[in-house]
């Protein structure tokens, strides 16, 4: 897993400069300290190897998310949500520090399974933006909780590490999803309680299979439920059916490819799993109100 990280998210100077520093390391978890200018490769995240986070001590990151460039100010936390073309040209300044934190996926899934339900309901609007900024005694909490992780997983012989190691994790989340739920928060109820868990699976569903899986009679499978009713559901808590939720992710992800100069129509449309360049050029129209190629030439007259 950390391997593969340094080959995916960090460069080689930062690796030669001494800007990298392992403070942890499991077969489950590593945790590694960064800091100062171009510790990430630019190019951005190639595939979803772990689940990946940063805590932004001080100083400032900068990436492109959904075509967006967006600049964070420390204390905060960032959600690496891997789904193509997210995340790409991600720049610290000289003042940056911070912990990224890598979870095996197996290993996190099972953490955050029985706890998933807690936050779902704010999934959604999370997942649009995954990062946060909070205060001084929230970054200090974190910090904390961060440093107790570090210690359980440089102590491999403790005989309940692992144990320890996911209750710290679940921790880290929940103290996470506390400041999230201050900015999104919509309310509460029965109803909204025993429906949550299921729509924040289906919302997960759509990041993660949007380009194999059009159709919503797919996800309905999936969650044992009808597609009517999971529309219904979806409206009344987020304003939007499953097939509006569906292409919103599509787009975007659809947008983020074809700001690569390097890719044709007809190279974005294949792996979003449409039939043809004719298909996709249809849906495009359709959702944003322009063609692919209109679209392209928009961002890049912006851009100069």
């Known amino acids: 897993m950390k391997c593969k990280v340094f080959s995916e998210w960090i460069s080689p100077e930062a690796v030669t400069n001494g800007q990298v520093t392992e403070k942890a390391s ?32 001080e100083g400032e990151i900068s990436f492109s998310i959904r075509g967006e460039r967006v600049a964070v100010l420390a204390p905060a936390y960032i959600d690496f949500i891997l789904v193509s073309n997210r995340w790409s040209d991600i720049k610290t300044n000289a003042a940056f520090k911070g912990r990224l934190i890598l979870s095996d996926k197996i290993f996190f899934k099972k953490t955050i399974d029985n706890i998933r339900f807690n936050f779902s309901e704010v999934i959604y609007w999370y997942a649009q933006k995954p990062f946060v900024s909070f205060g001084d005694e929230e970054s200090k909490r974190m910090i904390l909780l961060t440093d107790l992780l570090i210690d359980i997983i440089n102590k491999p012989d403790h005989h309940f590490c692992e144990e320890i190691q996911k209750d710290f994790l679940q921790t880290l989340q929940l103290d996470l999803w506390n400041i999230v739920f ?9 109803e909204r309680y025993v429906w949550a868990d299921m729509l924040g699976r289906f919302l997960h569903l759509v990041q993660t299979h949007c380009r194999e899986h059009h159709e919503v009679k797919w996800y309905a499978e999936q969650l044992c439920v009808s597609p009517d009713v999971l529309s219904t559901r979806l409206r009344k808590f987020y304003g939007k059916n499953a097939s509006q939720l569906i292409e919103e992710e599509l787009l975007l992800d659809a947008k983020g490819c074809l700001l690569d100069p390097e890719k044709s129509v007809l190279d974005v449309a294949e792996p979003l799993n449409f039939s043809d360049q004719s298909a996709f050029c249809k849906f495009f129209r359709r959702c944003c109100g322009v063609s692919p190629g209109a679209y392209r030439k928009n961002e890049c007259i912006e851009k100069e």
């Open 26 to 57: 499991n077969s489950r978890m590593s945790i590694l300290e960064l800091s100062g200018e171009h510790v990430f490769l630019l190019g951005g995240v190639s595939e979803e190897s772990c689940e990946t986070s940063l805590l932004l001590m």
């Open 182 to 190: 201050k900015l999104y928060k919509t309310g509460s109820g029965s």
